[in-house]
């Protein structure tokens, strides 16, 4: 039986594949014009940081999971919204339970259960989890990762994390961080169909951008979404004095992607002026809604008095 249960978890861990995202809803196009708002929709409070916000829409409400930071590990917490504005906290959802982390995730509905694949592990070697949910408040975990570390030398040999779901053509796709032995931080992608077995396609979707550029130190955070026929991405990119923007891609088959060389939006309040990352996205009502993270304070993973914000992205008529 131990036997058994090795090779199912290393099955869900181990696949590889070539494949494509299935075409792009083609819903009207994008006006890169953000509108921002000014203060942060879910503050920090006691905690040191507030970050990853993952916003689904359930049963006629909006569940957000983000990310706790009290000092010592990150948890999942959830707030709950009738607008996606006005948020109410109700408590932490998953424990990183004596470890470092059970946070930085994506939730995505799938059929009539929502699914939150989570950052897990000790620090600078976490893989991804999968929990489960009917209702958004009682989880339970899927035993094993679904998402494990590279083979030696591959280019997410070290650590994984930052994991973001969708569902489309009747599979769940997985974008997320990875990182090789040289440390440097690059975004993957993998699918499945049930949640539980999943293959990973070969190498990076994106490399790092040259010298003096806003994501020279690293890629994290992938936001994925369809628009006007076309697979869309936001994401964090770190420059060498680790202060953050989110920078965007294209791509019609999600695995070719063409990046934009600036960022698209960087902190201009004080609370998010060294810090702006982690997005989130629903297409709602003509208009992409994004809720993000935010700080102060430089740094590659924490202490950032990190805080929650919103923005919208509208679409042209």
């Given at each position: ?204 979707l994106l490399e790092l951008g040259g010298a003096g550029d806003f ?103």
């Amino acid at each position: 039986m131990r036997y058994l249960f090795f090779v199912l978890l290393l099955s869900s861990c181990g696949r590889y594949g070539e494949f494509t995202l299935p075409p792009a809803d083609a819903s009207p196009a994008l006006d890169l014009s953000w509108h921002v708002s000014e203060v942060p929709m879910i503050s920090r409070g006691a905690m040191l940081d507030v970050l990853n916000p993952s916003v689904v829409r359930w049963r006629g409400e909006y569940l957000n999971l983000y990310s706790t930071f009290d000092g010592k590990s990150w948890d999942t917490a959830l707030a709950t919204s009738k607008d996606g504005q006005s948020w109410q906290e109700a408590g932490k959802v998953l424990s990183a339970e004596g470890g470092y982390i059970a946070a930085n995730g994506g939730v995505a509905a799938a059929g009539q259960e929502l699914l939150y694949a989570y950052q897990t592990g000790p620090k600078g070697k976490t893989v991804i989890h999968l929990a489960r949910s009917f209702d958004g408040r009682k989880w339970t975990r899927q035993v094993g990762p679904i998402v494990g570390l590279g083979p030696r030398k591959s280019w997410d040999e070290i650590s994984l994390g930052d994991p973001y779901l969708i569902a489309a053509g009747g599979e769940l796709y997985l974008f997320y961080l990875g990182e090789d032995r040289a440390r440097r931080q690059r975004l993957g992608l993998a699918k499945s169909k049930d949640g539980t077995i999943w293959t990973k396609h070969r190498g990076p979707l994106l490399e790092l951008g040259g010298a003096g550029d806003f994501d020279e130190n690293g890629l994290g955070e992938p936001a994925v979404f369809s628009n006007n026929g076309v697979w869309h991405m936001l994401y964090t990119g770190r420059d060498r004095k680790e202060k953050r923007a989110l920078g965007y891609a294209v791509s019609k088959d999600g695995r070719q992607w063409q990046k934009l060389k600036e960022p698209v939006l960087r902190g201009e309040q004080p609370w998010n002026a060294a810090v702006v990352c982690d997005p989130t996205v629903l297409a709602e009502d003509g208009k992409l809604r994004i809720w993000f993270g935010g700080g102060d304070k430089p740094s590659p993973d924490e202490r950032l008095n990190g805080q929650i914000g919103y923005a919208e992205l509208t679409k042209r008529d």
